[in-house]
């Protein structure tokens, strides 16, 4: 199994939509939650990170964390064409060392 | 100020050659990472350099993979020899400590793209 389960998509909106990303986890100790956007041909950036539960806001987009449920989320507001691009769920715990452990991305793509 | 850089950003080789990947942190990182993501995997630790010293290399997959940080600026990755399995895409990150969690402002370079044919 896993330690991040992500759905790879495609996800295709239209523009001005509100955008839901989810990852599931099964290690408990993970505390720190990542958003990483990645367009074609790039590297990974880094959007967002979460400590442990709770939300955080970051103009459009908004990250939550359930660690009860071990499910993370990232919302996008008003989405654009922009936002097209490979969102990545990643996360970080004591444990893990010095590696980041990354769910699969999922492909979104913003239809005008 | 200059991002993460990888080179080349993209290499095509024959399996049982030699190929080095090289990357240039960002300027003051101590931290440096190597990642890659295999076709259709997910993004996978490979190893992670303070300075010129190896802190943790758990994720490199045999000895085929050497990595060095010389004078703990840039890096080298060398795949020898290379083998089909290896082709994908090799990721450099690097990061200061920050508040002792120095993984979550990693930065991340454009990546080089292997194939082995």
């Known amino acids: 199994q896993k330690e991040v389960e992500q759905d790879p998509g495609p996800l295709s909106v239209p523009e001005g939509a509100i955008v839901s990303l989810n990852c599931t986890y099964s290690?408990?100790?993970?505390?720190?939650f990542m958003w990483y956007r990645q367009y074609s041909r790039k590297g990974p950036e880094l959007l967002m990170y979460?400590?442990?539960?709770g939300n955080k806001e970051d103009g459009r987009f908004t990250a939550q964390v359930d660690k009860s449920s071990k499910y993370i989320s990232l919302f996008i507001r008003d989405s654009q064409p922009s936002d097209s691009a490979t969102y990545l769920c990643?996360?970080?715990?004591?444990?893990?060392?010095?590696?980041?452990?990354f769910g699969s991305g999922t492909r979104l793509s913003i239809r005008p | 100020e200059a991002g993460v850089t990888q080179f080349p950003s993209h290499s095509v080789i024959e399996k049982g050659q030699t190929v080095t990947l090289r990357c240039d942190p960002i300027?003051?990182?101590?931290?440096l990472y190597w990642y890659r993501r295999v076709m259709g995997k997910e993004i996978k630790f490979l190893l992670h350099f303070v300075k010129e010293s190896k802190q943790d290399e758990s994720g490199m997959p045999n000895n085929r993979f050497l990595a060095e940080r010389t004078g703990g600026t840039y890096s080298t990755l060398k795949v020898q020899p290379a083998e089909l399995e290896d082709s994908g895409v090799y990721f450099c990150?690097?990061?200061?400590?920050?508040?002792?969690?120095?993984?979550?402002?990693?930065?991340f370079g454009q990546g080089t793209r292997l194939t082995v044919v």
């Open positions: 300027s003051g990182h101590d931290n």
């Open positions: 979460t400590y442990s539960s």
């Open positions: 990643a996360m970080w715990g004591y444990s893990s060392a010095s590696k980041i452990i």
């Open positions: 290690n408990s100790a993970f505390q720190y």
């Open positions: 990150a690097s990061s200061q400590k920050i508040k002792g969690v120095f993984v979550t402002e990693a930065f």
